[in-house]
DNA sequence: GCAAAAGTGTTAGGGTTACACCCATGT
DNA sequence: ACATGGGTGTAACCCTAACACTTTTGC
């Protein structure tokens, strides 16, 4: 029997949800509602019940920001467990990691919450920066380890789309040939035959879609994009 | 202010602390003192005080189980929280993943502690299975990024041992000489100009040690140790 | 001299990098 | 015809992988 004294803990969960719109990466952010720190922002957080679980919370969380919650990936980023977090009491916070297709989603209309630039963001209130910082990490060796950088992409996007979230993900830049040697060579993507002109005055881009069984079978064994 | 209804959490702490005697790769398990599963094998465990930060949780679990806490590196894993994990409420479990150095340590006399061959393991406890093939596979990939693999050893070792510690941990046959040919190219070891006869019978080898300005360095950046 | 483990090089192949020009389109 | 971004190939280099014999020691 564990001793009841022991259960005066709560728990909250944050949320990095990444998302990419052809051009920038972008998280979502949310306007404090209460004091102190009113209006700062922060990361789309909430109280976790103590029956709810982890999924739960973050679903219901994400449902608070979004219309529809399409197919998205979550996994758990980290615990932050510093027991002075919170001036109530003490405060575990299980951060979750998230990435959707933005181009699927689209935010609730008059909420709180908003899409950020990651290149261009404020500093967000208590230690969510931090939760940020290793959120960032996360992605960048999720990208280079695994397809998962294609949760990011509609069904079927540009050469260019996808090299540019890599470029951003990694924060460096990736040779055009290269990059596209290396994602070609492992079948991963299937050329659809379609293009589309992104921009008037230019040559239109092809249209490419995931392979899904080649792309399942490297989510499972893992890769290894290691460019210099 | 946050309800107080939400305090109503417990929170523990769950280690995979992993040595490696030369030969084997070993956890500590612990024997249950409680009923049910009375002094059936378990990850070691405690309750972590309300106030109580989780490094210090951490330490004095290391403390319980060894005389000298020696130098150790720990990190968290993950947090179990599920719901019904415990039945006398919710109990989330942030597991902690520790490796130290074998040869320094030795474990507390009459303890309910003691190392188990992770070869020859047998079934946990709850949900501790899944914490450790958790631990496993993290040890897996430090191994390859970062020359964590030397928090097991001591400060002077043999080729030999190393290369066993890496072929354990990886889970893999790694070919002597390539092997070595990989670990001098790093910078990382320093020839004593000791040797040492580890076995009577045979050639003494040679013994190593870390050049510490360089494993720091690539602690930080992190390497890549790719063997097939 | 024998048993046991330590220590040592080479080669072939594959992957990574660096790099510059032509192509298709809309105006 | 021109401006814009899309799309393409090659050569040098490096790293990896495969592989077997000699050396040193204690008995």
Redesign the interface.
């Known amino acids: 029997?564990?001793?009841s004294?022991?259960?005066?803990?709560?728990?909250s969960s944050s949320l990095v949800v990444f998302g990419f719109n052809g051009k920038q990466l972008l998280i979502v952010t949310e306007k404090r509602k209460k004091s102190p720190f009113k209006r700062a922002p922060m990361l789309p957080s909430k109280?976790?019940?103590?029956?709810?679980?982890?999924e739960s919370a973050t679903n219901s969380l994400l449902k608070s920001i979004f219309c529809e919650t399409t197919e998205n990936h979550t996994e758990?980023l980290?615990?932050f467990?510093?027991?002075y977090r919170?001036s109530?009491?003490?405060?575990?916070n299980?951060a979750q990691y998230a990435v959707l297709r933005y181009a699927a989603t689209q935010l609730k209309m008059n909420s709180n919450y908003q899409w950020c630039d990651l290149e261009d963001l404020p500093s967000l209130v208590f230690d969510h920066d931090e939760i940020l910082t290793f959120a960032k990490e996360r992605l960048k060796r999720r990208v280079k380890r695994r397809p998962i950088g294609f949760h990011f992409l509609p069904k079927e996007f540009t050469f260019k789309e996808i090299h540019t979230l890599y470029e951003l993900a990694l924060r460096k830049k990736l040779d055009k040939r290269n990059f596209r040697k290396k994602l070609f060579s492992s079948d991963l993507l299937v050329d659809t035959n379609k293009s589309v002109t992104v921009e008037e005055n230019n040559k239109p881009s092809n249209l490419y879609m995931f392979n899904t069984k080649e792309y399942e079978k490297l989510t499972l064994k893992g890769y290894?994009f290691?460019f210099k």
């Open positions: 029997m564990v001793e004294n022991y259960f005066q803990v709560a728990l109280m976790v019940l103590p029956e709810e679980s982890l758990q980290k615990a467990a510093n027991p919170n109530d009491g003490r405060v575990v299980i290894d290691s």
